[in-house]
């Protein structure tokens, strides 16, 4: 026999009923439902009155639900033969009455799904009560074109998450059996008539109401009203509002509306909301069904949903687990600035992110390298009392180097993803504009090539090109990353002088395309690469990173290549450290017999040779990295002037003494006396390319 063929079937229950069950039709017969699975008998008994399932099986054939069981959980004497014990506890009563009814056929345990509070985890009963419900399929439509309407970041929020559930939405269940929170606004007549208010206004005309009155439970229910159509006293509904029907109305009941109407006619709605991807159901929903109810449209035109912090697995964090990282303990090792910075970079913000351990000390990394920038730049403007107010990109023009207008171009263009990847909301792509410009733009090649400038004696229209380039590079930065590191940023901005009160108070800068130069930019980036193709070169070649190399030829792809090379000729010698560079135009050959290096645009060929030149250039420049160690290591102010004692066997004597002039002026050396018995406040063994050098340094102060 097939289960459709029971279909309709009477059968006689095992339990007397009294007439408190309102029979129908489909009473005590059998019925078919989608739900039901074929393991085990392929049965299940249906109770309308104890869960929704049933209560929607019940519907279809018109079963009046039945719940003789209240709100403690004990049957009530719609239920005489159970009447006021426990529902859980009445198992043993069940089987001893089927047995003694001679209706017992097998008794066993079997494990089975249940439901349970998911916050104390007590098994749960399903009942059926009284509810009140915001009628949704009835607005649907109107919700569905809202969702159209709104800005949704990213786009599948709307048009693929909260469309779906909308789409799938029931009717929305406000009321609770509870005694905190808003109370249902409706008062009833046992005569069935019902009155509604949604003003304190009509809420004065009640019984009972005094002026100043707290309106919450149980003051509220103390409120009647004198019913319009019998005149019987008309009693609150005891329930109060789900707090999703409170967050829901949250925007404009915020603003005091509708007893107040200045404010809601001045901010509502609100423009953008933003909240995590579990809201689809959640605000993103209850907002929207409310606004559309209220207002005919959803009370935002643009929601960002953002993603969920996950332990380092992909994890929920849990007590339960054990994985919880607390912002306590990650802003107690990095800061807030970096674990903010981490978390804006590691991932698009509707992304969930699996937090890693090393990802705040990275971002870290980034801030204290922008804080290294800003402290090296400050000591050299105090140094040459560089007064930023003083000067104007107008006035700076003509003194600006190439390197200066690459920078200004690259801060500007800096400016431009910052504001463009904010405007589309990619959080992470300003993070990591940020990152490069820090990182590479401004720390890794700027600074360095400013050093140099920042080292001369006299203060130069070069060098006030230089800090006028550096000053408006950490501004900038400051400025743009003021959302994201409030705090680096504002600190960093008074102590340069910001004209505001906090960073905070500054205009957004979206970059000025006027100060944008692409042919500097490539011309730059050429060299870059050059830099980075030569060094990994050296590096195979084995040769030492400060030894010069004798010549590097260029050969671009056509002329025009070479010429962007050469507006930074004396940067690349410098960068690479070279000691000539040649260039090739088509059809000419290099001068040396080595096999050419692809940089992209062209090839290059390295001449290794090493001459006594480079030699005497290479120990110098060695000796000049050793002696600079020891100053930082005897903390040593960079203007300090040092006296140095310095042995080394006869050779290498020779060819520093070569180089002594700019050694000198390299580490700050008043004199080198070249001694068998070096002597100083610090005298250390220097190991250099396999050769031990003993060195003194004194302060030249005392
Ligand atoms: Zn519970
Ligand atoms: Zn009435």
């Not at 249940?114 to 649907?140: E, L, S």
């Not at 050093?451 to 000053?471: H, M, Q």
Request: aromatic share 10%; with cysteine; hydrophobic share 35%.
């Amino acid at each position: 026999m097939n289960g459709k063929d029971l279909i309709g079937t009477h059968y006689l229950p095992p339990f007397e009923i009294g007439d408190a069950l309102q029979r129908t039709e489909y009473t005590y017969r059998v019925l078919d439902a989608e739900y039901v699975e074929k393991d085990n008998t392929g049965c299940v008994h249906t109770a309308p009155g104890f869960g929704p399932d049933d209560y929607d099986t019940g519907k279809r054939y018109g079963l009046i639900p039945f719940c003789p069981v209240n709100e403690a959980g004990r049957f009530t004497d719609a239920f005489p033969m159970m009447e006021g014990k426990k529902v859980r506890t009445t198992n043993d009563d069940v089987i001893a009455y089927l047995k003694e009814k001679g209706l017992l056929y097998n008794t066993s345990k079997i494990k089975h799904r249940y439901g349970h509070c998911w916050r104390c985890k007590t098994p749960i009963i399903y009942r059926n009560t009284r509810q009140w419900f915001i009628d949704v399929p009835k607005v649907k439509d109107k919700m569905l074109s809202e969702i159209d309407r709104v800005k949704w970041v990213p786009d599948w929020a709307g048009s693929g998450r909260e469309k779906n559930w909308v789409d799938g939405a029931r009717d929305w269940c406000i009321s609770r059996q509870r005694f905190w929170g808003i109370p249902l606004p409706v008062w009833e007549c046992s005569c069935g008539a019902k009155k509604v208010v949604g003003q304190y206004e009509e809420l004065k005309e009640g019984e009972g109401y005094t002026e100043g009155m707290d309106t919450h439970r149980p003051w509220i229910d103390k409120v009647t009203f004198k019913c319009p159509k019998c005149g019987k006293t008309m009693h609150r509904v005891p329930d109060v509002l789900d707090v999703w029907f409170d967050s829901g109305v949250a925007s404009w009941a915020d603003l005091g509306y509708p007893h107040k109407k200045d404010e809601f006619e001045k901010w509502w709605p609100p423009r953008f909301i933003v909240e995590a991807h579990d809201q689809t159901r959640g605000w993103f929903y209850t907002q929207l069904a409310a606004g559309v109810v209220s207002f005919d449209r959803a009370p935002y035109d643009e929601v960002m949903m953002h993603g969920w912090m996950l332990d380092s697995k992909g994890r929920k964090m849990s007590k339960s687990l054990g994985n919880v990282v607390t912002p306590e303990e990650v802003i107690e090792q990095y800061g807030a600035d970096s674990l903010r910075y981490y978390m804006i970079m590691a991932n698009a913000p509707w992304e969930d992110t699996s937090f890693q351990k090393l990802g705040p000390k990275d971002a870290w990394k980034v801030l204290n390298t922008y804080w290294n920038v800003v402290n090296f730049a400050s000591m050299y403007m105090v140094l040459d009392s560089f007064d930023p107010a003083a000067h104007t990109l107008e006035n700076m023009k003509a003194s600006l180097s190439n390197e200066d207008r690459w920078m200004l171009s690259r801060t500007e263009k800096m400016k431009m993803a910052v504001t463009e990847a904010l405007e589309t909301r990619e959080l992470h792509k300003v993070a990591r504009a940020l990152t490069d410009y820090i990182m590479e733009d401004l720390s890794r090649w700027y600074l360095h090539l400013v050093r140099d400038r920042s080292w001369d004696e006299e203060s130069t229209d070069a060098k006030t090109a230089a800090y006028f380039t550096l000053y408006r590079a950490i501004m900038s930065v400051a400025v743009a990353m003021a959302p994201i590191c409030p705090h680096i940023t504002d600190r960093v901005y008074s102590a340069m002088g910001g004209s505001k009160l906090t960073v905070h108070m500054e205009d957004w800068q979206k970059g000025d395309a006027s100060l944008i130069d692409e042919d500097i930019e490539h011309s730059m980036a050429l060299v870059q690469k050059i830099n980075a193709v030569v060094a990994s070169e050296r590096e195979k070649m084995g040769s030492k990173k400060r030894w010069p190399l004798n010549a590097v030829y260029i050969h671009g792809t056509d002329a025009s290549v070479n010429d962007a090379v050469k507006v930074f000729n004396d940067i690349l010698a410098q960068q690479v450290n070279i000691k000539k560079i040649g260039y090739l135009g088509a059809g000419e050959k290099a001068p040396i017999d080595v096999e050419p290096v692809d940089f992209g645009e062209g090839e290059l060929f390295i001449d290794p040779t090493v001459t006594p030149e480079i030699e005497a250039e290479g120990w110098g420049r060695d000796l000049i990295r050793a002696i600079q160690q020891m100053r930082k290591n005897m903390k040593l102010n960079v203007e300090e002037f040092i006296f140095c004692d310095v042995k080394a066997e006869d050779h290498l004597v020779e060819l520093f003494k070569i180089w002594q002039e700019h050694i000198c002026g390299e580490v700050r050396a008043k004199q080198i006396t070249y001694t068998d018995a070096p002597a100083g406040e610090r005298v250390e063994d220097l190991e250099i390319n396999g050769k031990v050098i003993t060195v003194g340094v004194s302060s030249s102060k005392i």
